[in-house]
Structure formats: structure tokens, C-alpha cells
């Protein structure tokens, strides 16, 4: 089982930028892919971004599309987030998220292995 720490939240004004990281330690080898996902309150947890291990492919949520760039150093472990032009309604705890196999949604939460602590993105208007 490999363990997921996320660092990188804070409070920012609108149209800021974050820099979202999650490290990701034990038995990294059989990850398949690693994910974003966040979480307002009240609301469920949504699916924001996803990168695949090894070939490095990406997806996005509409609502990020142009704004946020999800990345990973494979000598580090270590998946990032860049949150530009960010919003009031980018308010959420964020979350990563390891997958271990090929099948499954990758929007759905249940698909993936492993989640992180979560860190708190706030976005003031």
C-alpha cells in the first residue's frame, strides 16, 4: 500500500495561483494513475484532474480546463497541481488520489486505492 500526503494549500485571492504537491511513499510501483479531487463543503467529492503513470496522459474537468495543470515526477514520487486564475468557487479541500489497475471511471471516487489527507485550497473574491 502506498501512502498519499498532500502539502501546498493556503488562502488566495482571486485570480492567484497554488502550487498543489502529493508524495506519494511505500509501493509505488504499481500505480497506474493519480488524481485530484475535491471536495466543498456540503457537495460530494468531485473528480478535478488525472495523469497516468507511465505515459503521463491527462484529463480535466471542465471547470479547470486552461486553468490547472496536473504533472508528475516520477524520481520523486511526487504528483503536482498547478492552480492558476483561481476562483472563489476553486474553494474546496483537495484531495489526491492513487489508482493501482487499468479499469474503473476515473471521475469516480471508488476506483482509486489510496487517498491523501487533503489540504485546504481557499480562494477569497
Known amino acids: 500500500q502506498g501512502q498519499l500526503v498532500e502539502s501546498g494549500g493556503g488562502l488566495v485571492q482571486t485570480g492567484g495561483s497554488l502550487r498543489l504537491s502529493c508524495a506519494v511513499s511505500?509501493?509505488?510501483?504499481?500505480?497506474?494513475?493519480m488524481a485530484w479531487f475535491r471536495q466543498a463543503p456540503g457537495k460530494e467529492r468531485d473528480f478535478v484532474a488525472r495523469?497516468?503513470?507511465?505515459?503521463?496522459?491527462?484529463n480535466y474537468a471542465d471547470s479547470v480546463k486552461g486553468r490547472f495543470t496536473i504533472s508528475r515526477d516520477k524520481a520523486k514520487n511526487t504528483v503536482y497541481l498547478q492552480m492558476n486564475s483561481l476562483k472563489p468557487e476553486d474553494t474546496a479541500v483537495y484531495y489526491c488520489a492513487r489508482k493501482t489497475y487499468v479499469d474503473g471511471n476515473m471521475y469516480d471516487t471508488s476506483s482509486y486505492n489510496n487517498w491523501g489527507q487533503g489540504t485546504q485550497v481557499t480562494v477569497s473574491s
Open positions: 495523469i497516468t503513470w507511465s505515459g503521463g496522459n491527462t
Open positions: 511505500g509501493r509505488t510501483f504499481s500505480t497506474y494513475s
